[in-house]
């Protein structure tokens, strides 16, 4: 009883490192997107500069990809991308800036993410594994590629199945006097 204070028995704490945070998985794409230059990559000032863009289905299932016929109406459902050599945008058109052409947002709905109703529309176009398509984009209908000088092209298609941007490869278009 002298020293006022009791023992008790003693304990060891194993300090263990921290779980791994928990990293959501990024969703694999359905689809691929390659573009070409129709023609080849040099024209004249005043030539169109027209693309041909390939989406494959790239997944193990079949997937519903909305499309149209009508190839101006193709902005609703892929992005162009165009930079000047200097890294500058060229101007939009009226077309251009009209279908938010340059913006990450994906295609309007009237519901989850259906587009508005478009000319000669195909809703919900099935592609089975390793089917491809080919569509045709005029980059003029876009921008104003009016100016000579080299421009870096690449267009984004959106996914309806993971619901991300796909982004295709990247060319570069020589625009001659």
């Known amino acids: 009883m002298g020293k006022g204070f009791l023992d008790s028995n003693t304990i060891t704490v194993k300090v263990v490192p921290g779980a791994t945070p928990y990293v959501a998985p990024v969703p694999q794409p359905s689809i691929s997107a390659t573009i070409r230059a129709v023609g080849g990559t040099t024209v004249s000032t005043g030539d169109k500069v027209t693309l041909e863009v390939v989406t494959k289905n790239i ?28 890294g500058g945008v060229p101007p939009e058109t009226e077309l251009g800036q009209a279908s938010g052409n340059r913006g990450d947002v994906p295609p309007p709905g009237r519901g989850p993410n259906l587009p508005p109703p478009g000319r000669e529309d195909v809703l919900g176009k099935t592609y089975a594994p390793g089917e491809e398509r080919t569509q045709i984009i005029v980059v003029n209908d876009l921008y104003d ?5 080299h421009y870096t092209i690449q267009v984004r ?3 309806d199945d993971t619901k991300t941007w796909v982004k295709s490869n990247t060319i570069t278009v020589t625009v001659t006097p």
């Not at 079949?62 to 050599?85: G, H, I, M, P």
């Not at 590629?145 to 000088?149: E, M």
């Open 59 to 86: 997944s193990d299932h079949y997937s519903n990809q909305r499309t149209t016929r009508d190839t101006r109406d193709l902005a609703r459902f892929y992005r162009v991308d165009v930079q000047d050599s200097q």
């Open 145 to 149: 590629l009016s100016q000579p000088g």
């Open 157 to 159: 298609r959106w996914d």
